[in-house]
């Protein structure tokens, strides 16, 4: 899941933020640290890059451009931006996303995004956290040394226009996340929805605050585990997180608002309704945390389905428990069902209930089996060996050793994984199979109709962009009094009129009589961004289905072809 982080800074040592990137830094004190000698110490791995520095070094390309216009003079002047585009640890491993290709695509986001900046772009391969998640740094001069085309996050004529300064409004940061993650998609990535908030809200202070506590605590703790002692408390938790942990509690068994302030009053906590949003006041505060700050799970509507929900259940467990009469006993002998899932016998022997039993059709009746949510954490099942086809190819017997185990592992697996989806024949399994394939093309098609859609709105935005541009072009055409005037006029501004012609061009072609309103237009973008990331996940988890179930059909379809000369010698044996 990449993540887009911005942070401005009003340092006007433009070398700072290089030496940050190129030498190690304390993750607390983000000091640099320093050998025995006194000197800095490099990073052992990032890939860096300028751009609009004309060959010069950044800090004296930004400084010249100050100077040149007598922009960022004073103490209070926002100096840089600074934007981190963090990918998932996963994307590595499974979508071979490397350092050099984070390095490319942060530099295409900086062209397409900040031209007529200068800027920074560097790469690290991993974080503070030290999972592996590779980063781009994204570091520009907040002065604007060229003029350039009218971007949709742009709201001003200013923000198109050499000598003035990038600003980072609300609307340019989704703008910006939603560039992220079709940046993702394009690139066949793990992406997260960035536009919907999250159900767990951390700020950047909370984020250090914790990791300050944990490295406190872990060095008052080690002396005692040092002398053997195990220490009360290993995990530290800030009082944010304590807050949501105390919400969660009463969640879970109140089925009423009334119930629910009063589990919370029973810890120190009064939650409070205004204008349709609840906040929560702590004993150690005097000024509530508004649910917003926590978590989108801790607002007035997420917090009201879960109390709906607690009552229908609890409403529904009351219906179910059974009268039974006061006297007299009653013994109930429980049930086994009979098993139908098949049987593992020796080492690869499966057998099967009767086809016929349960077989599953096409219909929309029928819909693919239900894996339980137990099983959802269960290692993938992988393919049998071929073992005597491997042989055969030169194998040796070391092969043939592992071979056998891995077979048996994921004969085992395979059975686990038939078992818990309930079927009852192989014939069951291949209709299974057909399903999750035309789902998953389903929703494939869907996903390609969801992105020539956002394309063309996006290709209707730019054209709406360049004619807003033209503008005071247009109106200057209008002003003039004679034909002559006018031809002049017009040459004189011809490359303003053929965008405007241009665009006038397409709005015919597409039947399109009235212009949208552009913050409209960026929101419906937006919308569809969202719609296609929560269409892609759906896409994703529908592929992974697929593929087991394909690998379950084919490692049975192996381990009844092996079964199947021992089945007919033992037929030949009978006759």
């Known amino acids: 899941m990449a993540t887009l982080k911005h942070i401005n800074s009003k340092n006007a040592d433009y070398g700072a933020a290089e030496q940050y990137l190129l030498f190690e830094h304390d993750e607390f004190t983000m000091k640099p640290v320093l050998d025995e000698t006194g000197r800095l110490i490099p990073r052992e791995d990032y890939r860096l890059s300028t751009l609009n520095c004309d060959g010069e070094d950044f800090a004296v390309a930004c400084m010249r451009a100050n100077l040149r216009y007598g922009k960022n003079q004073q103490r209070e002047d926002v100096k840089s931006h600074h934007y981190i585009i963090s990918f998932d640890p996963r994307d590595g491993p499974d979508n071979g996303l490397t350092v050099d290709r984070a390095q490319a695509l942060g530099e295409q986001f900086c062209k397409e995004h900040f031209p007529g900046h200068q800027a920074l772009v560097c790469t690290h391969p991993d974080g503070h956290n030290h999972s592996g998640n590779i980063h781009v740094h994204i570091v520009i001069n907040s002065l604007r040394i060229e003029e350039v085309p009218f971007l949709p996050y742009m709201d001003r004529p200013a923000d198109t226009k050499a000598g003035c300064k990038h600003r980072c409004t609300d609307a340019a940061l989704r703008y910006f996340k939603s560039e992220v993650m079709e940046m993702c998609h394009r690139e066949g990535l793990y992406q997260i929805d960035l536009l919907n908030g999250s159900k767990n809200r951390v700020t950047d202070r909370e984020y250090w605050a914790q990791k300050k506590g944990q490295a406190k605590l872990d060095r008052q703790n080690a002396p005692m585990i040092a ?94 428990i059974p009268e039974y009469p006061r006297h007299g006993k009653t013994v109930i002998q429980p049930t086994k069902a009979p098993q139908t899932a098949p049987k593992l016998v020796g080492a690869s022997s499966i057998s099967f209930a009767s086809p016929q039993a349960g077989k599953l059709t096409h219909s929309a009746a029928s819909p693919l089996p239900a894996k339980p949510d137990g099983f959802a954490g269960a290692p993938s099942v992988q393919r049998l060996v071929d073992i005597e086809k491997k042989l055969a190819e030169g194998k040796g017997r070391g092969y043939e050793h592992w071979a056998k185990i891995h077979n048996l592992k994921q004969a085992a697996k395979t059975l686990n994984v038939y078992q818990e989806y309930g079927f009852t024949s192989p014939e069951q399994l291949e209709a299974a199979v057909d399903t999750a394939y035309q789902e998953m093309r389903q929703t494939s098609g869907e996903l390609k109709a969801l992105e020539t859609k956002l394309q063309g709105k996006k290709e209707l935005q730019q054209q709406v962009l360049a004619y807003a541009k033209t503008k005071p072009a247009r109106d200057g055409l209008r002003a003039q009094k004679s034909q002559k005037a006018r031809d002049a006029y017009r040459q004189a501004n011809e490359s303003d009129f053929i965008i405007a012609d241009a665009a006038a061009r397409y709005f015919k072609a597409h039947g399109i009589t009235k212009l949208p309103a552009r913050k409209a237009l960026q929101a419906e973008i937006e919308q569809l961004i969202s719609e296609k990331d929560g269409l892609y996940n759906t896409y994703h988890e529908q592929k992974q289905r697929f593929k087991e179930l394909q690998t379950v059909k084919r490692n049975i379809d192996q381990i009844l072809r092996r079964n199947e000369p021992h089945r007919r010698k033992e037929q030949s044996h009978e006759r």
């Open 227 to 320: 002398g053997g002692i195990t220490p009360r408390q290993t995990k530290f938790e800030t009082n944010k997180e304590k807050l949501r942990q105390t919400i969660r509690k009463a969640l879970a068994t109140a089925a009423s608002f009334d119930e629910f302030s009063s589990l919370l009053l029973r810890e120190g906590v009064s939650v409070k309704e205004s204008r349709g949003r609840l906040s929560y006041l702590t004993p150690d505060r005097t000024k509530p945390i508004t649910a917003r700050k926590l978590g989108d799970d801790f607002d007035r509507a997420a917090v009201f389905a879960v109390l709906e929900q607690n009552a229908a259940r609890a409403t529904e467990k009351a219906a179910a």
